[in-house]
């Protein structure tokens, strides 16, 4: 998913549902999203992460669920 702003994107996304926690690309050039915040805008942007920014492509999405950590903020690393 490199080169089409996936991350940058999916921030903007997260910020704009006031979500808390980080995107970053995988060694194995997949993205990796943690993300907290309320129920429904967090399915929202995991909706989102299914489609990504216009010229993604976007082969499939795997949630899983962890004990909320206190994030502040929503980070691109």
Known sequence: MQGVWFRES??????ARDLAG???NRVDGTVEVLVEGPEPAVAELVAW???GP???DVS???VTTAPVGGLVG???R
């Open 10 to 15: 999916c921030r903007r996304e997260a910020v």
């Open 22 to 24: 980080w995107v970053r």
């Open 49 to 51: 992460c299914r489609i």
């Open 54 to 56: 216009p010229r993604a």
């Open 60 to 62: 499939g999405v795997e």
């Open 74 to 76: 929503f980070q691109v």
